[in-house]
């Protein structure tokens, strides 16, 4: 029997131990199709009708990323795949202007919170349409994951915000399962970003890093069946599944393929700031 193991084998192998990110080397042909698969992807799995949306995140957004802003108004924010753009609706009355970086045509807005919104399209190859120092604050929540190339748009976060100014990421942090395969409730291509890289592609980018934490434990997610609001639309539950999260037990595994392995906190949220 050949029990030799092939490049691609061992690659894959590198992948699930966290030690290279599935995708961030990819081939310019690579990342095209990519791009063609996950352009409507998360359009695809949500509710068609805009009055059945709802936004899952409020308080999680605010107590590991808005509350650590400066208490000021923002001249431009960028969206990163944001969507209908609900996660500015706490910010919106402070905010000037308000673009949405956005692949899929099925979400479009006029306005949040009062402040109008302006769609700009993405490119497959991650470079963003929008000159260096263009924003005071980027969010990109839960995007980055559905995206082979992250190293490069991290590194065009940091060029397209001013100095001085400030990016939230949130991302999870395991695998999300065997890529390769179908799973249900996810795109086909999105898997998470271990950890340890992430740090590692934000500090390469440049940026200052203001705020770490650890969130979304799996036990707390569950509540989600039982709970009206949905539970990190809860302030006390956002704040338990933080408290939970930051306890010194939980190993940082990448690929969590047995049951046990999954209690960890699934995603990381950075606040971040571009030095002056």
């Known amino acids: 029997?050949?029990?030799?193991?092939?490049?691609?084998?061992?690659?894959?192998?590198?992948?699930?131990?966290?030690k290279k990110l599935y995708g961030d080397d990819f081939t310019p042909e690579e990342i095209d199709a990519w791009f063609r698969d996950?352009?409507?992807?998360?359009?695809?799995?949500?509710?068609?009708?805009?009055?059945?949306?709802r936004y899952l995140h409020h308080a999680l957004d605010w107590m590991h990323g808005f509350s650590a802003l400066p208490r000021k108004s923002f001249r431009h924010v960028l969206g990163f795949g944001s969507a209908c753009g609900d996660e500015f609706l706490p910010i919106a009355s402070g905010v000037s202007r308000i673009t949405i970086l956005e692949p899929s045509d099925g979400f479009v807005v006029k306005d949040i919170g009062g402040t109008s919104v302006e769609y700009v399209k993405p490119a497959p190859n991650g470079r963003m349409p929008f000159?260096?120092?263009?924003f005071d604050l980027i969010t990109c929540l839960a995007v980055l994951h559905h995206i082979p190339n992250v190293s490069v748009v991290i590194g065009e976060i940091f060029r397209c915000l001013e100095p001085g100014g400030f990016a939230l990421i949130r991302e999870p942090v395991s695998s999300m399962g065997d890529w390769r395969q179908p799973r249900k409730g996810?795109?086909?291509?999105?898997?998470?970003?271990?950890?340890?890289?992430?740090?590692?592609?934000i500090s390469q980018a440049g940026f200052?890093?203001?705020?770490?934490?650890?969130?979304?434990?799996?036990?707390?997610?569950?509540?989600?069946?039982?709970?009206?609001?949905p539970v990190f639309n809860s302030k006390f539950w956002t704040y338990a599944d933080g408290v939970v999260s930051r306890l010194p037990l939980w190993p940082e595994r990448y690929h969590r393929a047995r049951w046990f392995h999954k209690f960890a906190p699934s995603c990381a949220f950075f606040v971040l700031q571009k030095s002056s």
């Open 38 to 53: 996950e352009q409507e992807g998360y359009y695809n799995l949500g509710p068609k009708n805009r009055s059945s949306h």
């Open 208 to 229: 200052q890093v203001l705020r770490e934490g650890p969130c979304v434990f799996p036990l707390t997610s569950r509540l989600n069946y039982f709970l009206k609001p």
């Open 131 to 134: 000159a260096d120092g263009s």
């Open 1 to 18: 029997m050949n029990t030799q193991l092939s490049a691609n084998d061992i690659d894959i192998d590198r992948c699930l131990l966290g």
């Open 186 to 201: 996810l795109t086909s291509r999105e898997r998470g970003i271990p950890l340890s890289l992430l740090r590692k592609m």
